[in-house]
């Protein structure tokens, strides 16, 4: 059986190029560039992963979002 430790860069068949976040014999953890975290029972997804040599991608910090700007009401006199 394939070693995945955690780091490694892997390609699958259906989700594409991700980063193994851990991995044991029984379970793994992989963070899919386009598909977010997908857990798995490690003996069934080892045939359809394939180690990639691509760098990791860098994270991407959360934005936040931006109250609207309130226009002042005019002055009544």
Not at 9 to 30: N, P
Not at 50 to 62: G, H, I, T
């Amino acid at each position: 059986m394939a070693n995945y430790s955690q780091g490694a860069q892997v390609e699958h068949l259906k989700y594409g190029l991700g980063t193994v976040l851990s991995s044991s014999d029984e379970r793994i953890v992989i963070k899919f560039d386009d598909h977010g975290e997908k857990k798995f029972v490690t003996t069934m997804v080892i045939a359809s992963l394939k180690k990639s040599d691509r760098q990791p991608p860098a994270e991407k910090r959360a934005s936040r979002a931006r109250k609207p700007k309130v226009a002042a009401a005019p002055a009544q006199a």
